[in-house]
């Protein structure tokens, strides 16, 4: 129950895909757990001076300890330079009302200097002007706090000598940890940018291989993802007759073609809400209903795949190509998974998978053939011309259809 508590405290404020162990609010979070807990510790000590103007003293205590709790709260409320500023006027008003209080050199002063070292951790490197003002107000009043005692309340002990000393030592001092602070603070900010982008890149690579959905339950350790859709369309492209070419042209002339025309192809797939499964040499597969389920998913592959026609005959002009494309559409059960542990990939297996590939390979130049059950969930949509039954390898005879257009 405590670690859960606990735990809650210190990632208030955060979203979990930013778990970063530098983060600056959960630093500003844990810096305040650690202050409410020191001044806990003093409440003991105020409680039995209390006949000795311990009252004031606690209730500055409880006080302070209560308007701490409101730095998460507003973290929680993503009013984050709030808090932070917060935390350090609360921090730095305890010190004041300590040294008032005690009218002692009890040396409760260089707590300051814990605030003025903290204040680079904790805000970001937008808020630097704020910092700044933090890290003023805190030396400015651990100056003076310095001087007040050396100057006005020790001076019949101590010499005009060592008062001077003394005063400028505590200023150097305070002057020295400053900028150790910000320079420590520096690096540690440069460092936690670069793991930050490094992440950044690690992430959109890995959402160019897998669905952002099925990348995180991957990162959540999830070891063995097989899901079943009952209904899924797939739809298959592929260049004919692209041996010829890879006989014409160079590598690097063939690889700028495939490019350009995958590059088009996910671009229709993205704009249709469409998931690209894989590119297979010159074929490209992209599913609609997966991994998120829909009930349009034949519209969307009806529609996606008269895009990949219209396109690619734009290709055709500009890169001069005399072979065209065949596309195939198939509707229907599929399991959907992550296979391998190296170079592994999102991918679909079942009947419909097959199916749409056989509309492929077994379609025409130009066409877009599908399958009797992805005419009948498009047929108010888009206009069909029924090809009749065909002889599909391994399924054996079935009732396919020409996709036309839109009605």
């Known amino acids: 129950m405590l670690s859960r508590m606990l735990h809650a405290w210190i990632w208030c404020g955060i979203s979990p895909s930013l778990f970063e162990n530098i983060n600056p609010v959960r630093i500003c979070n844990i810096i305040t757990l650690m202050v409410i807990f020191v001044l806990a510790l003093q409440i003991p000590m105020a409680t039995y001076y209390w006949q000795q103007g311990g009252d004031l003293k ?9 308007f701490l709790f409101s730095v998460p709260l507003l973290n929680h409320a ?7 500023l917060a935390l350090v006027l609360i921090f730095t008003s305890y010190i004041v009302w300590s040294c008032l209080l ?36 805190d030396v400015s009043i651990f100056i003076f706090i310095e001087g007040y005692y050396l100057l006005l309340i020790n001076s019949q002990n101590l010499s005009e000598y060592h008062q001077i000393v003394g005063f400028s030592s505590s200023f150097f001092l305070a002057f020295s940890i400053t900028l ?23 992430e959109r690579l890995l959402l160019n291989i897998l669905p952002q959905s099925i990348a995180n339950r991957l990162k959540n350790n999830e070891r063995h993802i097989a899901d079943h859709y009952e209904q899924v369309s797939i739809c298959f492209a592929d260049l004919e007759n692209f041996t010829l070419i890879s006989k014409q042209l160079n590598p690097h002339q063939l690889v700028a073609l495939l490019d350009d025309i995958f590059l088009q192809f996910d671009g229709i797939t993205r704009q249709n809400g469409m998931e690209k499964i894989k590119t297979m040499g010159d074929g490209y597969m992209t599913a609609a209903g997966v991994p ?15 895009a990949f026609k219209h396109v690619f005959l734009n290709l055709q002009k500009k890169h001069k190509l005399l072979n065209g494309i065949r596309i195939g559409i198939g509707t229907g059960e599929v399991i959907a998974g992550v296979i391998g ?57 079935v009732k396919t259809y020409w996709l036309l257009g839109s009605k």
């Open 341 to 397: 542990q190296t170079k592994f990939c999102y991918d679909l297996w079942g009947e419909a998978v097959t199916l749409a590939s056989r509309m492929e390979s077994h379609g025409e130049e130009g066409k877009i053939q599908v399958t009797q059950s992805t005419y009948e969930m498009a047929k108010h949509k888009y206009n069909f011309a029924s090809r009749g039954r065909i002889a599909v390898k391994g399924l054996g005879v």
């Open 292 to 306: 998120k389920a829909n009930s349009t998913h034949a519209l969307q592959c009806c529609m996606c795949a008269l």
């Open 102 to 137: 005690w009218q002692a050199n009890i040396q409760v002063q260089y707590f300051l200097l814990l605030g003025i070292f903290v204040c680079p951790f904790i805000f970001e490197p937008q808020d630097r002007l704020l910092m700044w003002y933090c890290i003023g107000l």
């Open 180 to 202: 150790t602070s910000y320079h420590v603070g520096r690096n540690v900010n440069r460092n936690h940018h670069k793991l930050l982008n490094a992440r950044q890149c690690s």
């Open 58 to 66: 606690l209730m500055v205590l409880v006080t302070h300890m209560m």
């Open 78 to 84: 993503q009013f984050t330079r709030f808090a932070k």
